[in-house]
């Protein structure tokens, strides 16, 4: 954003429609009045699909924020369908154009139906790439989908503790008492817990709920350890 302000907020000032003689409402209250109301309407349709192109029509007609609207309810409108559990969109295959011309459409004249075609076949080209993606990638690991929680609970409480290796084996006794885990269940746990720890660094230390500075001065830590 031009204005650092204007980040995260809905619009108080005008805005114009590149290549477009539509004006967007331009009156703060009822931008933020109307905004409200589209949310409101949008968690009433039960359908996901419905649901996320009504955010692809409406987000980008009422232009709640200064910029970046049409990218923004393409976002949003994979929330809908990832809620839903259904495959996502994308508009990767779309040509640029067809969509520019179908968000015109809606500007101009208040016609959804080029729209409604475009979001149907990027919606097919994108079932069909996420097959492909799906079928080359491995079975997630049962072991880790089932102690993903208690993996990421016992890390982050092992970094914020600070505990030192020699201590380890006494908070897993601890932790398997406490969350009453299967007796059969330690050692892997134990070794993939470990595992984690050793590889966590700058990229992975948010997944666990720790910040930065948590993470720093476990690393320095860990580093004295090792020297």
Known sequence: MDDPRDEGRVRTAMV?????????????VLIQEIFEQLLATAQEILDPFEQAFFLLVHL?????????????SRLVANLPLLKANVQPLSFMEVPREAYTLATLAVYEV????????????AYRCSAERYRTLRRAMPEPDPFRLRYREHLRTFVRDMVQDLVQPEDLPHRFALYYQEKSLPPADWPRFEATARMEMRNLNEGTFYRYGLRLSEFERWGEIQALLRG
Request: charged share 25%; proline share 11%.
């Open 16 to 28: 114009e429609i590149s290549g477009s003689v539509y004006i967007p409402l331009a009156v703060p």
């Open 60 to 72: 980008p007609y009422l232009q709640p924020f200064t910029d970046v609207n049409k990218r923004t």
């Open 110 to 121: 208040k016609k959804i139906e080029a729209l409604r075609d475009v979001f149907l076949l």
